[in-house]
């Protein structure tokens, strides 16, 4: 179980990484981070995922503070957990990899900028 936690925590926290670039401009072109963030949060983590999530993390919490082992997911919740951290890792590598080219762009063109005559 704590696998498919990991794996949806994961894909969670590059997403956000991935979206705490600075602030857009006044137009965001598609394919943004921004973009991908909003794909993430409305259709991946949806408010019963979250929901899920989080009531995982407190039943851990309260079985590792009595020193019990987490309770299992059922087939059904693990399955979805799994689906929305695959997505999650997917889709936030996404847009990791769109700021890492704006990033480069932006780099290059300051490179040029100072090497001009």
């Known amino acids: 179980m704590s696998?498919?936690?990991?794996?949806?925590?994961?894909?969670?926290?590059?997403?956000?990484?991935?979206?705490?670039?600075?602030a857009p401009k006044a137009e965001t072109p598609a394919g943004s981070p921004d973009e991908a963030m909003a794909r993430i949060a409305g259709k991946v983590m949806t408010e019963e995922n979250i929901g899920l999530l989080f009531g995982l993390m407190r039943q851990s919490l309260s079985a590792a503070a009595e020193g019990k082992q987490a309770p299992e997911l059922s087939a059904e919740d693990k399955a979805?957990?799994?689906?929305?951290?695959?997505?999650?890792?997917?889709?936030?590598?996404?847009?990791?990899?769109?700021?890492?080219?704006?990033?480069?762009?932006e780099m290059r063109?300051?490179?040029?900028?100072?090497t001009r005559p």
Do not use: I, N, W, Y
């Open 3 to 22: 696998r498919h936690l990991f794996s949806l925590l994961a894909g969670l926290l590059l997403s956000l990484t991935a979206c705490a670039a600075p």
């Open 80 to 105: 979805r957990l799994e689906a929305s951290g695959k997505e999650m890792q997917r889709q936030g590598l996404e847009a990791a990899m769109r700021m890492l080219d704006e990033v480069e762009k």
């Open 109 to 114: 063109q300051a490179v040029r900028a100072e």
